[in-house]
């Protein structure tokens, strides 16, 4: 019961600190900032237990930080200039020639792992700011809360459904070898909630005036792309604690775990998001 109650308070928490850094564009990049720092700093932890493995957890976590917002400052308009990214590549230069001075075990793995934290959550997360800064019909830049947000409610709504409809109905696995708890029929269920809540997120953007930029096709659209990438992120995520003969990947949310597992579906669902709607874009 007590683990319940931690549970449920970190999860109020952690819904409400999401929810309310999306009303203004400053608290979005200094939360998602520091959510990308931690992340990095636990996944540098992690892998550091491998043998043979020793990345720069300091450096690394430093140099995605500064990529989030360099990204944030270059979809902002807060700079116009690629120039933003030139610390960031130097970092990453920095980061392979430093393995010619430390005579580690093995500096290919050094070098894999440290780029795979680059990749796997930096990367992803400043996707968000793709998401969140908009082009006007007069060339002028805005920030939309909606479309970040609705990515994080549709995965949100996806774990629930998914949760409800495979404890009530699951019997067939759906990845058994990296999660025996998912069910095929908790994803459908999952993705039938994520449907349900795309058309109410269109008619609300649509009482209240909300410009988004969306039909109710695209948002279905573009619940199904999250629920379906998010699903996978959250499978990416347990084979790489598999593969570590790990439960969770950390504890710095109680009843939780850690940050790549309360963000593990958003790694792979926010740049699904941006591909399928400049998909879209493109198209329509």
């Known amino acids: 019961m007590n683990n319940l109650i931690v549970r449920t308070i970190t999860g109020v928490i952690f819904v409400a600190a999401i929810v309310t850094c999306f009303l203004d564009p400053t608290a979005m990049e200094f939360l998602f900032a520091l959510v990308t720092g931690l992340t990095i700093w636990e996944y540098c932890g992690l892998v550091n237990n491998i043998k043979g493995v020793q990345v720069n957890r ?11 917002l360099a990204v944030g400052g270059f979809c902002s308009g807060w700079t116009q200039t690629g120039a933003v990214f030139i610390p960031y590549l130097l970092t990453v230069i920095y980061l392979f020639i430093s393995e010619l001075y430390t005579k580690a075990e093995n500096s290919i793995n050094n070098w894999a792992y440290t780029m795979l934290g ?19 019909p007069d060339n002028q830049i805005a920030f939309n809360f909606m479309l970040p947000l609705s990515v994080f409610v549709f995965l949100w709504t996806n774990d629930s459904g998914a949760y409800c409809f495979g404890s009530m109905l699951g019997k067939h696995k759906l990845f058994p070898r990296v999660s025996p708890g998912k069910s095929w029929e908790g994803s459908i269920g ?14 609300a953007c649509d009482a209240y005036g909300v410009q988004v930029g969306l039909n109710i096709i695209q948002w279905l659209g573009l619940g199904l792309t999250v629920a379906v990438f998010g699903t996978w992120g959250d499978l990416v995520e347990s084979l790489f604690k598999r593969t570590l003969g790990i439960k969770d990947s950390g504890k710095i949310l109680p009843g939780h775990g850690g940050m790549l597992d309360r963000f593990d579906s958003s790694l792979m669902a926010m740049p699904a998001a941006v591909v399928y709607l400049y998909s879209i874009a493109m198209f329509s």
Not at 58 to 68: D, E, L
Not at 119 to 130: D, E, G, R
């Open 190 to 203: 999952g993705f039938i909630t994520v449907m349900a809540a795309a058309v109410i997120i269109s008619y």
């Open 118 to 136: 680059q990749m796997y959550i930096a990367l992803p997360f400043s996707t968000i700011n793709v998401l969140a800064f908009n082009n006007t």
């Open 58 to 68: 300091f450096i690394s976590t430093i140099a995605g930080v500064y990529f989030f």
